[in-house]
């Protein structure tokens, strides 16, 4: 079994920065691809980006493209999400999930572990 937990979220300003990572317990992140997913009230809960298991691939959501950038420190066990230039509308909870299931990776059904999640909210 693995056991996912973010870290990192809390209070930015627009156009601000913050660093989400994803402690990962049970197997190590080096066998596994993750991914970030995000839900804003009221709202679905989204795709943001994944990184393959080998860190070679890596797929980014077109709403957070540029500003955002997923990735992985096997040494560490540990998946990281940089979050620039950050606006109002990224406003949610993130998720961190993970999974052994093979590339492409943009859905939630492709994922079997998800953390707690952690509130990143962006004040204007």
């Known amino acids: 079994q693995v056991q996912l937990v973010e870290s990192g979220g809390g209070l930015a300003q627009a156009g601000g920065s913050l660093r989400l990572s994803c402690a990962a317990s049970?197997?190590?992140?080096?066998?596994?691809?993750a991914g970030w997913f995000r839900q804003a009230p009221g709202k679905e809960r989204e795709f943001v980006a994944a990184i393959a298991w080998s860190g070679g691939s890596t797929h980014h959501a077109d709403s957070v493209k540029g500003r955002f950038t997923i990735s992985k420190n096997n040494a560490n066990n540990a998946v990281y999400l940089q979050m620039n230039s950050l606006k109002p509308e990224d406003t949610a909870v993130y998720y961190c999930?993970?999974?052994?299931?093979?590339?492409?990776?943009?859905?939630?059904?492709?994922?079997?572990?998800w953390g707690p999640g952690t509130q990143v909210t962006v004040s204007s």
């Open positions: 999930a993970a999974t052994s299931r093979s590339w492409p990776l943009a859905t939630q059904s492709r994922f079997d572990y």
């Open positions: 049970g197997r190590t992140f080096s066998t596994l691809s």
